[in-house]
């Protein structure tokens, strides 16, 4: 079972939690409670947790002033986590640029994972151009909000395109073949697998929130897609810390997102709302997924989940590739306030809830308080987590050995760069 107390990497005694002891809302209160969980120590606690987390730090220079550090953690064993994290140096013509992303996958890892491994390349080859083309000029920021829009866009429709690519004159061409012709065409898994491959990426999706930082450390771009969350999270002149919200939900909790959608698709009252990369079938019309996608495994889905969507497919794309893109100035002085940029998947703001700002400003104060040495051997981002968790080893225990079957959490991705 996912987390059981019976593993035996977990030693300490049973204890039972209940169902409002479980931050977040994937939990029902049916779920058989009470449920055991083992009592881990402080030390025992932390160390498993970490264990858990898939945590990565980097140093963007020297002395870590300027660092990032991140985790990925779903404590269910048997389910493996759809989120995804990137934090990358870019170089361009002998400079260096910054990048730190969270991805939250969408009906599985394949889409997921192309886009946390491909997307700094395709920023980083607009990045190039762009700078190619000023020369020697600094390229006003306004222009790099724009390149970093067109980049992410770009990208998602190549996910489409290099499929439609496969077949003569693209959807046009599919009312030609047949069934068979078409698997033909994507089933090529004995020679490679490119085009089954190509295929697959579109079936599934991926929010994104990618963060972009220039050379001289003095602007932040910030590209959104989806309900992950950017905070910035800054130390004012009485030692306090102020937490702003950078980005907004790309979903139906938007009363904006939804009258975007709306206005977009007149009489259509059961539009999709929503902002993805991939999830190609809802920015396509219907024959690309009945005649391509289908055939990608054929005879082995259900399809009618599809087809309830597919009769309302009137006028794609329903989900959106545009990123809303927020420019952030930044100070490099020495002396300037610290700020720590947070990006998180919406798991992180689900087990935060309504206390989101106290517990990032609880984190905050407690990192402030620390030597450097302390930030060293712990990572920011897995502070963060345990200050959501609970801050104490009883409820960081329960979230790591809850005897449960099914995922009793939502994935949680989590970056905290300092700036």
Same mark, same amino acid.
């Given at each position: 079972?996912?987390?059981?107390?019976?593993?035996?990497?977990?030693?300490?005694?049973?204890?039972?939690?209940?169902?409002?002891?479980?931050?977040?809302?994937?939990?029902?209160? *049916?779920?058989?409670?009470?449920?055991?969980?083992?009592?881990?120590?402080?030390?025992?606690?932390?160390?498993?947790?970490?264990?858990?987390?898939?945590?990565?730090?980097?140093?963007?220079?020297? *002395?870590?002033?300027?660092?990032?550090?991140?985790?990925?953690?779903?404590?269910?064993?048997?389910?493996?986590?759809?989120?995804?994290?990137?934090?990358?140096?870019?170089?361009?013509?002998?400079?260096?640029?910054?990048?730190?992303?969270?991805?939250?996958?969408?009906?599985?890892?394949?889409? @997921?994972?192309?886009?946390?491994?491909?997307?700094?390349?395709?920023?980083?080859?607009?990045?190039?151009?762009?700078?190619?083309?000023?020369?020697?000029?600094? @390229?006003? /920021?306004? +222009?790099?909000?724009?390149?970093?829009?067109?980049?992410?866009?770009?990208?998602?429709?190549?996910?489409?395109?290099?499929?439609?690519?496969?077949?003569?004159?693209?959807?046009?061409?599919?009312?030609?073949?047949?069934?068979?012709?078409?698997?033909?065409?994507?089933?090529?898994?004995?020679?490679?697998? $490119?085009?089954?491959?190509?295929?697959? +990426?579109?079936?599934?999706?991926?929010?994104?929130? @990618?963060?972009?930082?220039?050379?001289?450390?003095?602007?932040?771009?910030?590209?959104?897609?989806?309900?992950?969350?950017?905070?910035?999270?800054?130390? =004012?002149?009485?030692?306090?810390?102020?937490?702003?919200?950078? =980005? $907004?939900?790309?979903?139906?909790?938007?009363?904006?997102?939804?009258?975007?959608?709306?206005?977009?698709?007149?009489? &259509?009252?059961?539009?999709?709302?929503?902002?993805?990369?991939?999830?190609?079938?809802?920015?396509?019309?219907?024959?690309?997924?009945?005649?391509?996608?289908?055939?990608?495994?054929?005879? $082995?889905?259900?399809?009618?989940?599809?087809?309830?969507?597919?009769?309302?497919?009137? =006028?794609?794309?329903?989900?959106?590739?545009?990123? &809303?893109? *927020?420019?952030?100035?930044?100070?490099?002085? /020495?002396?300037? /306030?610290?700020?720590?940029?947070?990006?998180?998947?919406?798991?992180?703001?689900?087990?935060?809830? *309504?206390?989101?700002?106290?517990?990032?400003?609880?984190?905050?104060?407690?990192?402030?308080?620390?030597?450097?040495? &302390?930030?060293?051997?712990?990572?920011?981002?897995?502070?963060?987590?345990?200050?959501?968790?609970?801050?104490?080893?009883?409820?960081?225990?329960?979230?790591?050995?809850?005897?449960?079957?099914?995922?009793?959490?939502?994935?949680?991705?989590? @970056?905290?760069?300092?700036?």
């Amino acid at each position: 079972m996912g987390g059981s107390p019976e593993c035996s990497c977990y030693t300490g005694p049973t204890s039972f939690a209940s169902f409002g002891d479980i931050p977040g809302n994937l939990c029902s209160p *049916t779920d058989d409670w009470p449920r055991p969980f083992r009592n881990l120590n402080h030390d025992a606690a932390w160390d498993h947790l970490a264990a858990a987390s898939n945590l990565h730090s980097v140093k963007f220079d020297p *002395t870590g002033r300027w660092r990032a550090d991140a985790l990925n953690f779903q404590p269910c064993a048997e389910t493996p986590s759809q989120d995804r994290y990137a934090i990358q140096q870019i170089h361009i013509q002998g400079r260096v640029w910054t990048l730190s992303a969270v991805f939250d996958g969408h009906l599985g890892s394949h889409t @997921v994972e192309h886009v946390a491994h491909h997307m700094p390349i395709i920023v980083r080859e607009h990045l190039e151009l762009i700078t190619r083309k000023h020369g020697d000029r600094v @390229v006003p /920021p306004p +222009l790099i909000a724009d390149m970093f829009s067109m980049a992410i866009r770009a990208f998602d429709d190549a996910i489409a395109n290099d499929v439609l690519e496969l077949f003569p004159d693209g959807l046009s061409s599919l009312s030609r073949l047949s069934d068979l012709q078409i698997q033909e065409v994507l089933d090529d898994q004995l020679s490679g697998g $490119q085009n089954y491959t190509k295929a697959r +990426l579109c079936m599934y999706g991926t929010t994104a929130l @990618v963060a972009l930082v220039d050379p001289d450390h003095q602007n932040l771009w910030l590209a959104n897609l989806g309900d992950c969350q950017g905070l910035m999270v800054s130390e =004012t002149d009485q030692k306090s810390w102020n937490v702003e919200v950078l =980005t $907004q939900f790309h979903n139906g909790e938007n009363p904006l997102e939804v009258q975007r959608v709306m206005n977009e698709h007149p009489g &259509e009252p059961e539009c999709i709302v929503d902002s993805r990369l991939g999830d190609t079938p809802f920015k396509q019309p219907p024959e690309f997924t009945r005649r391509i996608l289908y055939n990608l495994y054929p005879g $082995q889905h259900d399809t009618s989940p599809w087809e309830e969507f597919l009769m309302r497919n009137h =006028t794609p794309p329903y989900i959106s590739s545009t990123p &809303e893109v *927020t420019h952030y100035p930044l100070d490099p002085s /020495p002396r300037a /306030p610290r700020k720590y940029l947070i990006l998180c998947s919406d798991g992180f703001t689900d087990i935060c809830g *309504t206390n989101q700002r106290a517990i990032v400003d609880q984190w905050a104060r407690a990192a402030a308080r620390s030597n450097s040495r &302390e930030l060293d051997e712990k990572s920011l981002a897995l502070r963060l987590l345990w200050q959501a968790l609970g801050n104490d080893p009883k409820s960081v225990s329960r979230v790591l050995t809850l005897n449960m079957d099914s995922p009793w959490l939502d994935d949680v991705s989590i @970056v905290v760069q300092c700036l």
